[in-house]
């Protein structure tokens, strides 16, 4: 079986800087994925770490430690957009028919006050 | 963004009722998935599709069916619906790149009263 486990909520103001862990318990790992939901919207893909490292897209990183079955999601220069649940998944390993499930954390409810 | 589309959008329903939602792509996409979205639980698989006519369970599989025999369409059907399955629903579909990337309908609301 697999368990993800990320805050439930963090607060920040705009411009500031908000990192996002997640730790996860997998009987086989590919890769930590990250999403993005907007209240009432549907989730929509962030990154992908595979590798351990840091992946930078922009104001958001991700970085992974696979010997600590640990990643963060790193969102920088904060703005009101930016208000939203973020999900961690990690990707199964499984057999063939099951390379495309993921399984998803409880996601973190970020608050970007002004 | 993906074209996929679900419906209906909003349901409203009673319990013991069958109810089925329709999910479609014109992405040509392998994989195809059904998520279930509950406060403080974040997605839960119901069900995916690895193929036409080829499904498997999710982690929250009982009470639900699927079925995909066109590779735009999987169908979820809640056999006999119960509140507790009050929820929003979200298809998903994705391909078979390294990083998995699934793209999300725009999700159904259902209330079973």
């Known amino acids: 079986g697999q368990s993800l486990e990320q805050p439930s909520e963090v607060t920040a103001v705009e411009g500031a800087i908000v990192q996002i862990n997640c730790t996860y318990q997998?009987?086989?790992?590919?890769?930590l994925s990250w999403y993005q939901q907007h209240d009432g919207g549907a989730p929509t893909f962030l990154s992908y770490?595979?590798?351990?490292g840091l992946e930078e897209t922009g104001r958001f990183s991700s970085f992974l430690s696979r010997s600590d079955s640990y990643g963060y999601l790193l969102l920088q220069e904060l703005q009101m957009k930016d208000s939203a649940s973020y999900f961690c998944?990690?990707?199964?390993?499984?057999?063939?028919?099951?390379?495309?499930?993921?399984?998803f954390g409880a996601g973190t409810q970020v608050v970007v006050t002004p | 963004d993906a074209g996929i589309t679900q419906s209906p959008r909003h349901k409203v329903t009673e319990t013991g009722t069958p109810v089925t939602l329709r999910c479609h792509q014109t992405?040509?996409?392998?994989?195809m998935y059904w998520y279930r979205q509950d406060p403080g639980h974040g997605l839960r698989l119901i069900h995916y599709?690895?193929?036409?006519?080829?499904?498997d369970k999710g982690e929250v599989s009982d009470g639900y069916s699927v079925s995909r025999s066109k590779t735009e369409d999987f169908l979820l059907t809640l056999e006999s619906a119960t509140s507790s399955q009050t929820s929003v629903y979200f298809c998903?579909?994705?391909?078979?790149?390294?990083?998995?990337?699934?793209?999300f309908g725009p999700g159904t609301r259902l209330t079973v009263l």
């Open positions: 992405e040509n996409h392998r994989y």
């Open positions: 770490n595979a590798l351990d």
């Open positions: 599709s690895y193929g036409v006519k080829d499904t």
């Open positions: 998903a579909i994705s391909g078979t790149g390294e990083g998995n990337e699934q793209f």
């Open positions: 998944a990690v990707r199964d390993r499984g057999t063939t028919d099951s390379w495309g499930k993921l399984q």
């Open positions: 997998t009987s086989g790992f590919y890769g």
